[in-house]
């Protein structure tokens, strides 16, 4: 760990370092206004770690409940994608960091990260993360202000100088029968619309995804963990048993629960005339017409920006323009 104090300005610059970056971590707004007790609190917990050259620190997928950050050395991030068998790779060095999605939920890391030099990092683990976050009278049960006090909290955020209240961090569980990419996805497009810290108010949740759920025992002891950590449960189960296990579970121990396909599922029930299949996962196929999709968009792709003019003749439109007008868009 990181000595506090110590001889010279060298531990004393460090510090105000590591602070600056988990202050400036767009991925932890919470941390924006928090008070330089808590910031300092955080920095105690990072633990200094030697990375020799060529070692592979994170690994893409890899669940590490970490977040590193970049002191000395340079290391490489590489991503891989669906419809690439090229990693995309960009550098990192001094200030970077990596992991603190982390920190707020089980979220797997997004790249491989590997030292190109010997490096010297600082890693922050989501048990100390905790620790330091939520504040030990929130675990033993403590009840909720008055609403004398919370008529002041109200006054309060028109302070500028006031501080966010750590405890406001709340807990989704999003649970599907399937990846759970979609579910996760509009979960995170709607939280965007809490994106926000302003005085002792801070829009800022930790989502935990559970993945393929397909049996009553998981369901239920999904549903127990929720009702122990006061988490909003969202879900895209689609298996109509599972579907009605998972709605009295959370109703019989008092989780809320959000079915975010059930509305839209059942009016389009009304529309057609019909029931839903019920199955999970269900595919894009691959058929003559969508394999003609992927062509033109692979064509779109590699002449882009005026190059191979030989391949112009096959395009059905051509667009023509200034620079920076938008063109690539447009045509994707």
């Given at each position: 760990r990181l000595a506090r104090g110590g001889q010279g300005r060298g531990p004393n610059r460090e510090r105000a370092f590591l602070a600056q970056v988990l202050r400036d971590a767009k991925e932890l707004v919470l941390l924006a206004k928090s008070d330089d007790a808590q910031i300092d609190s955080l920095v105690d917990a990072m633990r200094e770690v030697?990375?020799?050259?060529?070692?592979?620190?994170?690994?893409?997928?890899?669940?590490?409940?970490?977040?590193?950050?970049?002191?000395?050395?340079?290391?490489?991030?590489?991503?891989?994608?669906?419809?690439?068998?090229?990693?995309?790779?960009?550098?990192?060095?001094?200030?970077?960091?990596?992991?603190?999605?982390?920190?707020?939920?089980?979220?797997?890391?997004?790249?491989?990260?590997?030292?190109?030099?010997?490096?010297?990092?600082?890693?922050?683990?989501?048990?100390?993360?905790?620790?330091?976050?939520?504040?030990?009278?929130?675990?033993?049960?403590?009840?909720?202000?008055?609403?004398?006090?919370?008529?002041?909290?109200?006054?309060?955020?028109?302070?500028?100088?006031?501080?966010?209240?750590?405890?406001?961090?709340?807990?989704?569980?999003?649970?599907?029968?399937?990846?759970?990419?979609?579910?996760?996805?509009?979960?995170?497009?709607?939280?965007?619309?809490?994106?926000?810290?302003?005085?002792?108010t801070c829009g800022t949740s930790r989502s935990r995804v559970f993945r393929f759920v397909r049996t009553i025992a998981e369901v239920e002891q999904i549903v127990s963990e929720a009702q122990k950590q006061n988490a909003l449960l969202v879900h895209t189960v689609m298996e109509p048993k599972m579907n009605e296990a998972l709605r009295s579970a959370c109703e019989s121990q008092g989780v809320e629960c959000c079915d975010l396909w059930g509305a839209l599922l059942e009016s389009l029930e009304r529309k057609f005339g019909v029931k839903r299949s019920g199955i999970s996962g269900r595919r894009q196929e691959v058929d003559d017409e969508y394999m003609k999709i992927v062509k033109a968009i692979e064509y779109t792709r590699k002449v882009d920006d005026g190059v191979l003019p030989n391949l112009w003749a096959d395009c059905d439109i051509m667009l023509i323009g200034p620079s920076r007008a938008g063109k690539t868009p447009l045509a994707f």
């Open positions: 030697t990375v020799e050259a060529g070692a592979v620190v994170v690994t893409q997928g890899e669940q590490l409940g970490s977040m590193f950050i970049v002191s000395e050395g340079q290391l490489v991030n590489a991503k891989t994608t669906a419809d690439s068998d090229i990693p995309l790779t960009r550098p990192a060095g001094r200030g970077d960091y990596f992991g603190s999605v982390s920190l707020l939920g089980n979220t797997p890391q997004k790249s491989t990260v590997t030292a190109k030099t010997r490096c010297r990092l600082f890693r922050l683990n989501r048990a100390d993360f905790d620790n330091v976050i939520f504040p030990k009278d929130i675990a033993s049960g403590a009840t909720a202000p008055s609403s004398e006090s919370s008529e002041e909290v109200e006054e309060d955020d028109d302070d500028d100088d006031a501080t966010c209240d750590m405890t406001s961090l709340r807990e989704i569980f999003i649970v599907s029968d399937s990846t759970g990419e979609s579910a996760n996805f509009s979960v995170q497009a709607a939280l965007r619309q809490f994106a926000y810290c302003s005085g002792t």
